[in-house]
T-cell receptor
Framework: DGGITQSPKYLFRKEGQNVTLSCEQN?????MYWYRQDPGQGLRLIYY?????DFQKGDIAEGYSVSREKKESFPLTVTSAQKNPTAFYLC????WGQGNQPQHFGDGTRLSIL | DQQVKQNSPSLSVQEGRISILNCDYT??????FLWYKKYPAEGPTFLIS?????DKNEDGRFTVFLNKSAKHLSLHIVPSQPGDSAVYFC???????????????FGKGTHLIIQP
């Protein structure tokens, strides 16, 4: 069954701790994205990657890091430098190089601070 | 500064009637617009999109209209069904480098409630 898998669904972080959120896709899409959603807000772009071994900062990249070593995987690390990490994190993927293409989303990871 | 605005936080519509959700944008570099539907604790589901070279796109019960001069788009759902109750997000592509694999800029969403 094709799609985007995010894990875990719920994650708790202690103060000063780095945590990594997983995103895997089997859609064979080139581009992948990370967004953050806060209550009553729209999604805001953290990072995106158009091809393997390349990624770009979005609007709110401070306190986050990513890697793109494989086409299928785009993990997001929330570092201790991110002062307000509690949010709902969403990963997406889309085709690239074929004109405008919609992004398709996983079901998200909710991160909370202990 | 919000570049994509959905000014109605919520909208209540009777089952069987038309639902019209509105979205305004400020960045003239946007060239691709999308609507997503979202349930709580789930990821957004893509509904329909429109390129800036068109002014209308239709898919079943869903139609998106784009007025570039007014920087306004709308989503029409006809007829509205109970399963349509959700939060609807308007999104636009860019302004990083135009269409393709850019990140999306989202509005804050409109909560659509379909009443029986």
């Amino acid at each position: 069954d094709g799609g985007i898998t995010q894990s875990p669904k719920y994650l708790f972080r202690k103060e000063g701790q780095n945590v990594t959120l997983s995103c895997e896709q089997n859609l064979n899409h080139d581009a992948m994205y990370w967004y953050r959603q806060d209550p009553g807000q729209g999604l805001r772009l953290i990072y995106y990657s158009q091809i393997v071994n390349d990624f770009q900062k979005g609007d709110i990249a401070e306190g986050y890091s990513v890697s793109r070593e494989k086409k299928e995987s785009f993990p997001l690390t929330v570092t201790s430098a991110q002062k307000n990490p509690t949010a709902f994190y969403l990963c997406a993927a889309s085709r690239w190089g074929q004109g405008n293409q919609p992004q398709h989303f996983g079901d998200g990871t909710r991160l909370s601070i202990l | 500064d919000q570049q994509v605005k959905q000014n109605s936080p919520s909208l209540s519509v009777q089952e069987g009637r038309i639902s019209i959700l509105n979205c305004d944008y400020t960045n003239s570099m946007f060239d691709y617009f999308l609507w997503y539907k979202k349930y709580p604790a789930e990821g957004p589901t893509f509904l329909i999109s429109i390129s800036s070279i068109k002014d209308k796109n239709e898919d079943g019960r869903f139609t998106v209209f784009l007025n570039k001069s007014a920087k306004h788009l709308s989503l029409h759902i006809v007829p509205s069904q109970p399963g349509d109750s959700a939060v609807y997000f308007c999104a636009a592509s860019g302004p990083y480098s135009g269409g393709g694999a850019d990140g999306l800029t989202f509005g804050k969403g409109t909560h659509l409630i379909i009443q029986p």
